[in-house]
């Protein structure tokens, strides 16, 4: 019978995602001892990344994790974290974050840009039906831009045969188009950096008020890791369990989630269904959301349809002809993490009022690009950022540290209200600015 794992380094760092991934990456390239844990496993080169049956296989719960209120989320749980799993939409952190929270991170997101190259796609590939949808926003007084992104056509292993985008990769990019975290993570390990796949943190490990490692379980055989300093970054759902389980109890108590939605309408052109996801925004910052252009997967469009009624599920039918616009809310902190099991996200009145005029906005654009105005609907909610479950503020100070020394917290669990656009770019730049203050004090 196998005996307890142990590990040691200087510093462990708990999940790959962006926040993980950047901060194991800029440690290593210093020469510190590095040990990244990660729960899920790396999937970018089996068969089925990028598929149906792929997100089902790395995604929490298969992709039927709801909250209590019926909100669907999709939790990445692999090498890469959210970045296997997303749009690549890059947007710079909010103004609040730095005038009314003291983070200011300007320098690691402008050197962030520079390094990824992020910027929009080239007009040729934003999509014919999205432009539509754009330039019908922008005839109704909305100032529509194209969207930056952690994208790049040149990197795309199918350049020979063409870039050919759809909202497909939103289950993982095949082509290679898009930047994922993993690749950090990689560069980290060519730097030295240990990694382990299929390892559960259970519980930090802690000595009066100093951290001085976790422990938990790889593949099923516990394993106990010792060092100075931690850095947790399993996600707005991960992170809190984690710390509920080390006794930090304030973890979880309350949330933010960015709520998602999409309205659809059918035109009698092509839709934006085989289209690369999100080119074009909108962002109402004054009321508190964000439009974008999306369509759900071909497949993935009845899943949701079906519970809005036949209507909007035989509309799968003319799935290539539909216009598809995302809401993404800023909404209110409500509901939690909770040590059952259990999240919980009720909508506020704020959130509610938001819903509303941003449905107002997506109707009058899609009627303006072409769709049949009987055809409108809205699809149930998506609960897109799990996010703000660990706050700066609350518990967290401006250096991302818990009120235990030497252990800190780098992911969307972190923000103090919802981020109201996308937010890897924001994750980043946290991850540098952390990495070089770790690096500074040791």
């Known amino acids: 019978m196998f005996g307890k794992i142990k590990l040691s380094a200087d510093f462990i760092v708990i999940g790959s995602g ?24 790396d999937y970018r080169e089996k068969f089925y990344y990028g598929t149906y049956l792929g997100a089902m296989r790395y995604s929490q719960h298969a992709s039927l ?11 990445p749980l692999m090498v890469g974290g959210a970045t296997s799993m997303y749009t690549a939409c890059a947007a710079p952190p909010p103004q609040w974050l730095k005038d009314t929270y ?15 190259e992020i910027k929009p796609l080239p007009l040729e590939l934003l999509g014919t039906a999205s432009t539509r949808i754009a330039m019908a926003g922008r005839a109704l007084g909305y100032d529509w831009f194209a969207q930056p ?53 259970k519980k930090i490990l802690i000595d009066g008020r100093q951290a001085t490692g976790v422990q938990g379980r790889i593949m099923g055989r516990p394993f106990h ?76 469009y009845p899943l949701a349809a079906v519970r809005k009624g036949l209507g909007p599920t035989l509309r799968w039918l003319r799935w290539n002809k539909l216009l598809g616009i995302m809401i993404k809310l800023k909404d209110d902190i409500s509901g ?25 906005v997506c109707r ?52 103090p209200e919802a981020l109201d656009r996308p937010t890897v770019l924001t994750i980043i730049g946290l991850g540098k600015r952390l990495a070089k203050m770790l690096i500074s004090d040791s």
């Open 149 to 201: 992104k952690f994208m790049n056509p040149e990197r795309s292993r199918q350049q020979a045969k063409s870039f050919d985008c759809r909202a497909t990769c939103m289950l993982g990019c095949r082509c290679g188009a898009k930047w994922n975290a993993a690749e950090w993570v990689d560069e980290a390990r060519g730097h030295g950096a240990r990694l382990i796949t299929g390892a559960r943190v």
């Open 225 to 300: 890791a010792t060092a100075p300093t931690v850095i947790l970054a399993a996600g707005g759902i991960g992170s809190p369990r984690v710390l509920q389980d080390s006794g930090l109890n304030e973890a979880g108590v309350g949330m933010t989630m960015d709520i998602t939605t999409m309205v659809y309408g059918l035109s009698r052109k092509k839709g934006t269904g085989k289209e690369p996801p999100m080119t074009w925004s909108w962002e109402n910052q004054q009321a508190g959301y964000m439009l974008s252009t999306l369509t759900d997967p071909w497949l993935l």
């Open 102 to 116: 003291g983070v200011d991170i300007e320098t690691e997101v402008a050197q962030t840009i520079d390094e990824l």
């Open 65 to 75: 994790l709801f909250t209590e209120e019926g909100l669907n989320i999709i939790a």
């Open 18 to 41: 962006p926040g993980g991934a950047t901060v194991a990456r800029e440690l290593s390239k210093k020469g510190k001892d590095v040990l990244i844990l990660e729960r899920g496993h």
């Open 364 to 415: 009058q654009t899609l009627v303006e690009a072409g769709a049949k105005k009987s055809t409108i609907f809205m699809r149930p909610f998506i609960g897109t950022h799990p996010s703000g479950s660990v706050r700066i503020g609350d518990m967290l100070n401006t250096d991302l540290q818990t009120r235990i020394d030497g252990l800190y917290v780098c992911d969307a669990s972190v923000f």
């Open 336 to 360: 939690g993490i909770y040590p059952d099991g259990k999240i919980r996200k009720p909508m506020t009145a704020g959130d509610d009022q938001r819903l509303h005029d941003a449905w107002q």
